[in-house]
């Protein structure tokens, strides 16, 4: 199915077309809504007072990206969050003079509110002292979270073995710009799933339940076989103890050609005010791509409510929602 002739169905019509590896919270009482835009030269923000009102919210730009050098290209996936002290974003950028040095960078606002107050540049996120690996190739996808009164950085990096593969990585945050830990390899893609034209585990984000800590993230590269995984730790154990965590031998979310979704991955969870979990993510409505997938513009954000079994999300294009 190509672009022009795509299949409309009642599941694939977004919520925010044109917006790619997006992220929504609840946070203070407000909605806030940034993504990708297809240009990969700034940082947008939403708000409203619902979470219907992010579809048609004024979109505003906090940041641009520099002419060159540093935060000059590809500009990708911020994050959003309250960290102790304040607001602060979360991307990826690269250099115009070498595209693909993507490293993960830090805005903090110089105010109370987001929206309007200036955003200062806090630089490349700082690894730990005796950390020598951490951020010393392609590193992308950041998403922090916070367990019992611990702060924790997850994030997508590359690594030489033979042909460059994407892992997950984790390490313990001292403050909102600082590792406090070395990394500890998370995930690599080991199932075929995970490999689909490149070997890739990126897109993290975490949701705490009571019992769990749960982990889902994206695979392959972004064409019609990108789709989502799942992690998972009992609560009461400890994120940086590798051997607590569980991984799914199987994709959670995956292109589904009768409902006319393509390509789903770079999900985000959040809860509303009654404590029901939701999840934020991309696709497409078709599966033609003409050229690079990468620079196709429409990846669209859609938003899903999320059941649980046994303690563990279920994801269904069925529960997509309408708003």
């Given amino acids: 199915m190509n672009q022009e002739n795509y299949l409309k169905t009642k599941w694939n019509q ?4 044109q917006r790619a590896d997006p992220y929504i919270q609840l946070i203070r009482g407000r909605w806030y809504f940034t993504a990708s835009v297809p240009a990969y030269d700034r940082i947008v923000l939403r708000c409203s007072d619902t979470l219907r009102g992010l579809k048609d919210a004024q979109e505003v730009t906090v940041w641009m990206r520099h002419e060159h050098g540093p935060m000059s290209q590809h500009i990708w996936a911020p994050e959003l969050h309250y960290v102790k002290d304040g607001w602060y974003l979360y991307f990826a950028a690269g250099e115009r003079e070498d595209i693909w040095k993507i ?28 950390d020598t690996f951490s951020f010393e190739d392609f590193s992308l996808d950041m998403t922090v979270f916070e ?13 030489s073995v033979g042909k460059k593969i994407s892992n997950l ?8 710009c600082t590792l406090d830990t070395p990394q500890m390899l998370l995930t690599s893609p080991t199932y075929p799933w995970e490999r689909h034209g490149f070997w890739v585990n990126e897109g993290p984000t975490v949701l705490e339940t009571e019992k769990r800590l749960i ?7 972004t064409s019609p076989a990108y789709c ?6 009992d609560a009461e154990a400890d994120p940086m103890d590798i051997s607590a965590w569980h991984k799914v031998n199987h994709p959670v979310l995956q292109t589904d050609e009768e409902k006319g979704m393509y390509g789903p991955g770079h999900n985000t969870f959040f809860r509303d005010a009654q404590g029901n979990v939701y999840t934020s993510y991309h696709a497409r409505n078709y599966d033609e791509i003409v050229g690079d997938p990468l ?3 429409n990846r669209h954000t859609y938003v899903m409510k999320v059941d649980f079994e046994n303690g ?7 529960r997509n929602l309408n708003l």
């Fill in 312 to 318: 563990l999300p279920v994801f269904s294009y069925d």
């Fill in 103 to 130: 490293r993960p960078w830090v805005l903090k606002c110089t105010g109370e509110d987001p929206m309007k107050d200036p955003w200062e540049e806090m630089g490349m996120l700082t690894r730990a002292g005796d």
């Fill in 295 to 297: 620079y196709d513009p």
């Fill in 215 to 221: 982990l889902t993230y994206s695979a392959s590269d």
């Fill in 228 to 233: 989502m995984g799942m992690m998972w730790m």
């Fill in 169 to 176: 990585y984790i390490a313990r945050m001292k403050d909102a």
């Fill in 14 to 17: 977004p919520l925010i077309p």
């Fill in 147 to 159: 367990h019992r009164g611990e702060w924790y950085a997850v994030w997508a990096e590359k690594v």
